[in-house]
């Protein structure tokens, strides 16, 4: 198969990839060609550590299925965490606290996942894996490595996870470790944060007790 057309650029910046989609040509041509991108012509740096990318579909209105399209080609490279997608109806501003960005991916050993503000990360953090954020952690999978929310010293951020086994735990400056009894329970929808300096661990379910802001959160 030989795709001549260039309705995909990839381009390397200085914390990832940019992925810059034609927004003027079909969607099923868009996707073709950035199948075939991943799958040939742009193996060398599609492969290895985990890169942050950021997807540019220009004037392009999708709906969330079409959104979703693109990303279940992206998610095939294990190592491909999609940091953003800017298209004319999406909502990217970082810089509102209640904002959250979406990862996919697994973080595997001796991997390190750094991100500032909220997190959502569709995928495990495995044994050896490390997940660092300066906001909120969201983990819509296994944590079984090391998360560090509140990074930058923020004490009211939480780390939650669909199923909560991790080796190490950090909220701002206060680590805290498992105990023992961890290993032996059935680990499942927990999450941490601290309270009067120590840190606590309960279920989900019970996020929006801890604080009216987390009421943005009720759908994650």
């Known amino acids: 198969m030989t795709v001549k057309s260039n309705h995909v650029t990839i381009k390397g910046i200085k914390d990832g990839l940019v992925f810059?989609?034609?927004?003027?040509?079909?969607?099923?041509?868009?996707?073709?060609?950035?199948?075939?991108?991943?799958?040939h012509s742009h193996q060398n740096i599609l492969s290895g550590?985990?890169?942050?990318?950021?997807?540019?579909?220009?004037?392009?209105?999708?709906?969330?299925?079409?959104?979703d399209a693109i990303l279940q080609i992206l998610k095939k490279k294990g190592?491909?965490?999609?940091?953003?997608?800017?298209?004319?109806?999406?909502?990217?501003?970082?810089?509102?606290?209640?904002a959250i960005t979406t990862i996919t991916g697994i973080i595997?050993?001796?991997?390190?996942?750094?991100?500032e503000g909220n997190l959502l990360l569709l995928g495990d953090v495995n044994p050896g894996g490390t997940v660092s954020?300066?906001?909120?952690?969201?983990?819509m999978g296994a944590l079984r490595g090391m998360a560090h929310a509140g990074s930058s010293g923020n004490e009211e951020a939480i780390i939650s996870a669909a199923h909560f086994a991790p080796t190490q735990l950090r909220i701002a400056?206060?680590?805290?470790?498992?105990?023992?009894?961890w290993e032996k329970r059935?680990?499942?929808?927990?999450?941490?944060?601290?309270?009067?300096?120590?840190?606590?661990i309960d279920k989900t379910s019970n996020i929006v007790r801890l604080h009216r802001d987390f009421n943005a959160f009720k759908g994650v």
């Not at 810059?20 to 799958?39: A, H, I, P, V, W």
């Not at 491909?80 to 004319?88: D, F, H, K, V, Y």
């Not at 954020?133 to 983990?139: K, L, Q, V």
């Not at 499942?188 to 606590?200: D, I, R, S, V, W």
Request: proline share 4%.
């Open 79 to 98: 190592n491909l965490l999609i940091r953003s997608i800017e298209s004319p109806d999406a909502k990217n501003d970082l810089n509102d606290a209640k």
């Open 133 to 139: 954020c300066t906001g909120h952690i969201f983990i």
């Open 49 to 67: 550590p985990i890169i942050h990318v950021d997807i540019k579909l220009g004037s392009r209105v999708v709906t969330e299925e079409q959104k």
């Open 186 to 200: 059935e680990a499942g929808m927990e999450f941490a944060y601290l309270q009067n300096g120590q840190m606590q």
């Open 108 to 115: 595997r050993s001796g991997q390190v996942l750094h991100h």
């Open 20 to 39: 810059l989609m034609d927004d003027e040509c079909d969607l099923e041509e868009l996707l073709s060609e950035l199948r075939y991108k991943l799958e």
């Open 173 to 181: 400056e206060v680590i805290s470790r498992p105990p023992d009894e």
